[in-house]
């Protein structure tokens, strides 16, 4: 399932932050998305997720368009930005569970979820502590488990490697690799060993997207 884009814009307060006139993602794989800090990047994924309309233009998930079909676009893209939303009182996974069901997933469903993600980021640590004493690295694996409980065909991830330690993001990158393997994953991203990771790169310059291969 690819991503197209068709004369996409976005402004805020009558400034223009981008435009992307004509870009489609192949339909699996690892595309990096690539600007300087404030080019359009988390709106760019934020207009992607449905949690931020476009200012002009259109974008599809598969056949679901954001502006008509969100709904249908929210079923199938997991999103992990960097709000976290998540309650500061409960457990990494109490709070998986509560996004879960605000999903519509089951009990059993949502263990089978955090199972198949186990030995990867959601360590026991992660799923035990309080969010409120969760360090950085933890927030953000407790974010990305997030993003797949649904087990979406679209991942659009912000900068997921932040904060991580090098064997935390040594995990990351295998399971990137093996999900790119059948599934599309659009990942902001600064850090050149990522980039050679990628498929296609979406780079931001001067207020303009544009594809090109890596």
């Given amino acids: 399932m690819g991503i197209r884009i068709l004369n996409l814009a976005r402004a805020f307060s009558g400034k223009l932050v981008f ?9 699996r794989g690892l595309v990096i998305l690539r600007g300087e800090n404030g080019s359009g990047k988390t709106s760019l994924l934020r207009i992607l997720a449905t949690t931020l309309w476009p200012s002009e233009g259109e974008a599809w998930i598969g056949d679901f368009s954001v502006r008509r079909e969100p709904d249908s676009v929210r079923k199938r893209v997991g999103f992990m930005d960097s709000a976290s939303g998540f ?39 992660v799923l035990s502590t309080p969010y409120l004493f969760a360090s ?7 974010a990305l488990g ?18 991580l330690d090098e064997r935390a993001t040594k995990r990351l990158h295998a399971f990137l690799q093996e999900r790119a393997s059948s599934h599309l994953i ?8 990522e980039w050679r990771m ?11 997207l544009d594809a090109k291969n890596p």
């Fill in 87 to 125: 309650y500061p009182r409960l457990t990494g996974e109490e709070n998986l569970f509560l996004f879960a069901r605000l999903r519509g997933l089951s009990d059993r469903e949502t263990k089978q979820a955090i199972n198949r993600h186990r030995a990867t980021f959601l360590t026991s640590a």
């Fill in 198 to 208: 990628a498929r296609q790169i979406w780079e931001f310059r001067g207020g303009r």
């Fill in 136 to 142: 950085s690295g933890m927030r953000q694996a407790l």
């Fill in 186 to 193: 659009l990942m902001a991203s600064h850090r050149p060993e």
């Fill in 19 to 27: 435009r992307a006139e004509s870009i489609s993602s192949p339909e």
């Fill in 146 to 163: 997030r993003a797949l409980l649904h087990d979406p065909e679209v991942l659009l991830l912000d900068e997921p490697s932040n904060s």
